[in-house]
């Protein structure tokens, strides 16, 4: 499921060196996001953080951190892929844990 909005004018800060800390904001119309079914709406969680990450690491890769940011992403995304199988095979047991 792609991103259906825009993000905001100012979607991601810049990096702090002394907090040593990032921000992006993603916008959740409450309206249009609760109205979803709950598969969707954690469905487009999932899409909405891996696509945070992107915008972070992009904006990083100027920085020359220590982190792999493609590595992040693979692993991010399997975690994702992993979470909404469950929940499309409606494994109660593991959801329910969550």
């Known amino acids: 499921m ?3 909005y825009a993000l905001k004018a100012k979607p991601i800060t810049n990096y ?3 907090d040593k800390s990032i921000s992006v ?10 109205n ?3 598969y969707d709406r954690m469905q487009k ?3 909405d953080s891996i696509y945070a990450v992107n915008l972070v690491g ?6 020359k951190l220590d982190i792999d940011f493609d590595k992040l992403l693979l692993d991010l995304e399997k975690c ?6 469950l929940k499309q095979n409606n494994n109660s047991k593991i959801w ?3």
């Open 96 to 98: 329910d844990m969550i």
């Open 16 to 18: 702090s060196s002394k």
């Open 25 to 34: 904001i993603i916008p959740i119309v409450l309206k249009d996001f609760f």
């Open 45 to 47: 969680f999932c899409n």
């Open 58 to 63: 992009e904006k990083m890769k100027k920085k």
């Open 80 to 85: 994702n892929n992993d979470f909404l199988t």
């Open 2 to 4: 792609p991103f259906d």
């Open 36 to 38: 979803l079914p709950e």
